[in-house]
């Protein structure tokens, strides 16, 4: 019953291999493909995403026939994939229809799909979707307003990080002793980051839209942009030119020179330093609207590499919610304690570290275990 899930990005597959106890029995990556590939920091020869499955099997003794599954993180699901789904021809067929939607991620992720078809033709696969836990969104906070012929092509929010969320919903039971706050603002803060508001467990608001560049400040995304500004970078460079501005030139790099949280505080410039300000002002201005869509606050998690890591930015953070009545212990914030909220706080904070392939492995194998049509 072990399981093995994939997380393929344009030029990088990383695997892991969970036992039927959702043991973790191992992981490997292989970066670069196409390019000057490594496998572990060394250098090898992976001209695409099959040769590269092929190596990380290889580096963990793995033969296909002896896994019980193959389960994919995939980025976009659209508008119809919903759950994590064994992969059939239409899902397939579906995930390639939202290539238009995910330019960057899709196609990597149904080339490790393909791969492991290649590989194994017989072994099941099951795809989790980032966009998925944001479908409960209401239907007002989906659609732009736009007009029906423009929104037509695929033109509304979806949201990411779902996965990301989903886990976090699972595991806070046993993480904290306790059921999920009523009302919990969670917090992804990474290279990509977002929030999400969640209601009895559910996101019913999320501050990604119709892709993972807008919200909040990113490492080198812009974040939240006037649509007008957009399309006057547009007219000056191009598409393609604005697109790379925005996506890869911006954000945290485009503000303070790094795209990277602890580079930022290393370096000790005005620049680094008004770039972890912009960042914790936004995140601290979307989270007030992610309040206000849930109707209150209970609790705050805080996930993702900043997230866990960054006891600075939580503080900003923290003392930006201040008006919502969160109080913070600042020694247990310093001393990366789990549980960070103070005694006078009305609001509970915890620290949630991210897990993302332990629960894609959870739902293939609750897939397989339901449905005996599962069984491989």
């Given at each position: 019953?072990?399981?093995?899930?994939?997380?393929?990005?344009?030029s990088?597959?990383?695997?892991?291999?969970?036992?039927a106890?959702?043991t973790r029995?191992?992981?490997v990556?292989v970066?670069?493909?196409?390019?000057?590939?490594?496998?572990?920091?060394?250098?090898?020869?992976?001209?695409?995403?099959?040769?590269?499955l092929?190596?990380?099997?290889?580096?963990?003794?793995?033969?296909?026939?002896?896994?019980?599954?193959?389960?994919h993180?995939v980025?976009?699901?659209?508008?119809?994939?919903?759950?994590?789904?064994?992969?059939?021809?239409?899902v397939e067929a579906?995930?390639?229809?939202c290539v238009?939607l995910?330019?960057?991620h899709?196609?990597?992720n149904?080339?490790a799909?393909?791969?492991?078809?290649?590989?194994a033709?017989?072994?099941?696969q099951?795809a989790?979707f980032?966009?998925?836990?944001?479908?409960?969104?209401?239907?007002?906070?989906?659609?732009?307003?736009?007009p029906?012929?423009?929104?037509?092509?695929?033109?509304?929010?979806y949201?990411?990080?779902?996965i990301?969320y989903?886990?976090l919903v699972?595991r806070?039971?046993?993480l904290?002793?306790g059921p999920?706050?009523?009302?919990?603002?969670?917090l992804?803060?990474?290279?990509?980051a977002?929030?999400?508001?969640l209601?009895?467990?559910v996101?019913?608001a999320t501050?990604?839209?119709?892709?993972?560049?807008?919200g909040l400040?990113?490492?080198t995304?812009?974040g939240t942009?006037?649509?007008?500004?957009?399309?006057?970078?547009?007219?000056i460079h191009?598409?393609?030119?604005?697109?790379r501005?925005?996506?890869?030139?911006?954000?945290?790099?485009?503000l303070?020179?790094a795209?990277?949280?602890?580079?930022?505080?290393?370096?000790g410039?005005?620049?680094?330093?008004?770039?972890i300000?912009h960042?914790?002002?936004?995140?601290?201005?979307?989270a007030g609207?992610?309040i206000?869509?849930m109707g209150?606050l209970?609790?705050?998690?805080?996930?993702?590499?900043?997230?866990?890591?960054?006891?600075?930015?939580?503080?900003?953070?923290?003392?930006?919610l201040g008006?919502?009545?969160l109080?913070f212990?600042?020694?247990a914030?310093?001393?990366?304690?789990?549980?960070l909220d103070?005694?006078?706080?009305?609001?509970a904070?915890?620290?949630?570290p991210a897990d993302?392939?332990?629960?894609?492995?959870?739902?293939?194998?609750?897939?397989?275990?339901?449905?005996?049509?599962?069984?491989?």
């Amino acid at each position: 019953m072990d399981v093995l899930v994939v997380n393929a990005g344009s030029s990088s597959i990383k695997v892991a291999l969970f036992g039927a106890d959702l043991t973790r029995r191992g992981a490997v990556a292989v970066t670069e493909i196409g390019g000057a590939a490594q496998i572990g920091g060394v250098p090898c020869t992976a001209p695409d995403h099959a040769a590269a499955l092929s190596l990380c099997l290889a580096e963990m003794g793995l033969r296909p026939g002896a896994l019980a599954a193959a389960a994919h993180r995939v980025v976009h699901g659209g508008a119809d994939l919903h759950a994590t789904c064994r992969v059939t021809p239409e899902v397939e067929a579906r995930i390639a229809a939202c290539v238009p939607l995910a330019p960057l991620h899709n196609p990597a992720n149904l080339s490790a799909i393909r791969a492991v078809a290649a590989l194994a033709p017989d072994l099941p696969q099951y795809a989790s979707f980032d966009t998925a836990f944001h479908a409960t969104n209401p239907e007002v906070a989906l659609r732009y307003a736009l007009p029906p012929l423009a929104g037509a092509p695929g033109l509304r929010r979806y949201g990411f990080h779902g996965i990301s969320y989903a886990s976090l919903v699972a595991r806070w039971p046993a993480l904290t002793g306790g059921p999920v706050p009523r009302r919990l603002l969670a917090l992804h803060l990474g290279n990509g980051a977002s929030l999400c508001a969640l209601r009895d467990g559910v996101s019913v608001a999320t501050t990604m839209g119709y892709s993972p560049l807008d919200g909040l400040t990113m490492g080198t995304r812009a974040g939240t942009i006037d649509g007008n500004a957009v399309l006057r970078l547009a007219e000056i460079h191009g598409i393609g030119g604005a697109s790379r501005i925005l996506n890869r030139e911006s954000g945290l790099l485009g503000l303070g020179g790094a795209s990277d949280m602890r580079a930022l505080h290393a370096a000790g410039t005005d620049a680094a330093r008004f770039a972890i300000a912009h960042f914790c002002y936004w995140a601290v201005r979307h989270a007030g609207s992610m309040i206000a869509a849930m109707g209150g606050l209970d609790a705050v998690a805080f996930t993702g590499g900043i997230g866990e890591n960054d006891a600075l930015v939580r503080a900003e953070i923290m003392a930006g919610l201040g008006w919502a009545g969160l109080r913070f212990d600042r020694d247990a914030n310093q001393g990366a304690a789990a549980r960070l909220d103070g005694d006078a706080s009305d609001v509970a904070v915890w620290v949630v570290p991210a897990d993302e392939e332990r629960h894609i492995a959870a739902e293939a194998l609750g897939l397989i275990r339901s449905s005996p049509t599962e069984e491989p």
